[in-house]
């Protein structure tokens, strides 16, 4: 494969370390899915993405380049998660922190979080909800979820109190948001007016 990618015209040589980079990615949720992981790697990249998301210092000491030099940040990370989660899930983690620069790496847990549940034949979709939801609710809101997108899904779900009440709910490129919060926002502004 290296033979084979090193012998076909890139017209920036950027695009090659790009497109190994992408493969070495593929080859370890290939391995975890063939150890039946998939699912759970997926599940554990977005959570990883929700803790770095809400944790602002933490955000910064994985992410800004002048803040601590990169063995510090990933040795900062492998404390927080190694024996937490799979290593496969650990692995991208340090491979995100290894590959970003300020402001990025949040974004490359998302990717691998969604290569993963395509990888799995799954649609990723994130949950966000005021307050915890019970098991029936989750069944309820993955049915609906799945004919939606015409595929299964995985849900991410976290809890946001600050939504007052609803939900908001993301996959690719789509969203809905029924959070109370939403609803008062939208309702201040049109009364502003």
């Known amino acids: 494969l290296a033979s084979w990618l090193v012998a076909k015209h890139w017209n920036k040589p950027a695009r090659l370390v790009a497109a190994v980079d992408h493969l070495g ?8 899915r063939s150890r039946g992981e998939l699912h759970e790697v997926g599940t554990q990249l977005f959570e990883i993405r929700r803790l770095v998301e809400a944790n602002r210092d933490l955000r910064i000491q994985l992410s800004d380049l002048s803040v601590q030099d990169l063995d510090k940040r990933v040795e900062l990370i492998r404390g927080l ?3 937490k989660v799979l290593p496969a899930s650990l692995d991208l983690t340090v491979h995100a922190i290894e590959s970003s620069d300020h402001g990025h790496l949040i974004r490359l ?29 989750l069944d ?7 004919r939606q997108v015409g595929k299964p899904a995985i849900l991410a779900v976290a809890v946001d109190p600050d939504l007052i009440g ?4 993301n996959y690719g490129e789509e969203a809905a948001d029924s959070s109370i919060r939403t609803e008062i926002t939208e309702a201040r502004r049109i009364l502003v007016r």
Not at 25 to 32: E, K
Not at 110 to 126: D, F, H, I, N, P
Not at 166 to 169: A, M, S
């Open 140 to 146: 309820r809101l993955k049915a609906i979820v799945e």
């Open 166 to 169: 609803g939900f908001r709910i």
């Open 25 to 32: 990615i593929i080859a370890i949720l290939l391995g975890s």
């Open 109 to 137: 847990l998302r990717v691998y979080a969604q290569t993963a549940a395509r990888l799995g034949g799954l649609q990723m979709v994130a949950v966000t909800t005021a307050t915890p939801l019970t098991d029936r609710q």
């Open 81 to 83: 998660l190694e024996g």
